[in-house]
T-cell receptor, first 112, second 114 residues
Framework: EAQVTQNPRYLITVTGKKLTVTCSQN?????MSWYRQDPGLGLRQIYY???????DKGDVPEGYKVSRKEKRNFPLILESPSPNQTSLYFC???????????FGDGTRLSIL | SQQGEEDPQALSIQEGENATMNCSYK?????LQWYRQNSGRGLVHLIL?????REKHSGRLRVTLDTSKKSSSLLITASRAADTASYFC??????????????FGQGTTLQVKP
């Protein structure tokens, strides 16, 4: 089954404790992206990757890191999480950027 | 500011009625997409309409695009309770190359009452 898998689905943690949200897709997509969804602000792109070893900033990259060492994986790293990063995060993938994107089920992060 | 803005923000109808949601955007586009999000889940792609298309159908969905007005509408006919969800339009700026930067509106929350 074609899917984008995010882990964990839920996480409550404390300020400053490094965390990684994993994202994996099994569709051989070249393009992958991270979004955060906040009430009243909609979905905003954090980082995207057009291929292995190619990543670039989206609209709200501050406080986040990503890497794309393999085509299928695109982890999101919060080196020193802060409460303003409490949000619902989505990973998405597609064959190329403008094509319909497949979304994971989301990761709800709470940073205390 | 958001590229795509949906209207209305919330819509409540009875099962069997039609639901119409509108999306306005600011810059020229290559395509416009509509997505659905069920509560607590990821977005699911519904339909893509290219800038040179005016109307597109998929099952009970009908999407129109008016590039002169920079607007699109999504019509769901004969709605069902299972259509209850949030609906988002997403646009790509035609000057953005192929960065895939989709800009999402804030969505329309549709409730279909049985």
């Amino acid at each position: 089954e074609a899917q984008v898998t995010q882990n964990p689905r839920y996480l409550i943690t404390v300020t400053g404790k490094k965390l990684t949200v994993t994202c994996s897709q099994n569709m051989n997509h070249e393009y992958m992206s991270w979004y955060r969804q906040d009430p009243g602000l909609g979905l905003r792109q954090i980082y995207y990757s057009m291929n292995v070893e190619v990543t670039d900033k989206g609209d709200v990259p501050e406080g986040y890191k990503v890497s794309r060492k393999e085509k299928r994986n695109f982890p999101l790293i919060l080196e020193s999480p802060s409460p303003n990063q409490t949000s619902l995060y989505f990973c998405a993938s597609s064959f190329e950027g403008r094509q319909p994107q497949h979304f994971g089920d989301g990761t709800r992060l709470s940073i205390l | 500011s958001q590229q795509g803005e949906e209207d209305p923000q919330a819509l409540s109808i009875q099962e069997g009625e039609n639901a119409t949601m509108n999306c306005s955007y600011k810059t020229s586009i290559n395509n416009l997409q509509w997505y659905r999000q069920n509560s607590g889940r990821g977005l699911v792609h519904l339909i893509l309409i290219r800038s040179n298309e005016r109307e597109k159908h998929s099952g009970r969905l009908r999407v129109t695009l008016d590039t002169s007005k920079k607007s699109s509408s999504l019509l769901i006919t004969a709605s069902r309770a299972a259509d209850t969800a949030s609906y988002f339009c997403a646009t790509d700026g035609s000057g953005s190359g192929n960065t895939g930067k989709l800009i999402f509106g804030q969505g329309t929350t549709l409730q279909v009452k049985p």
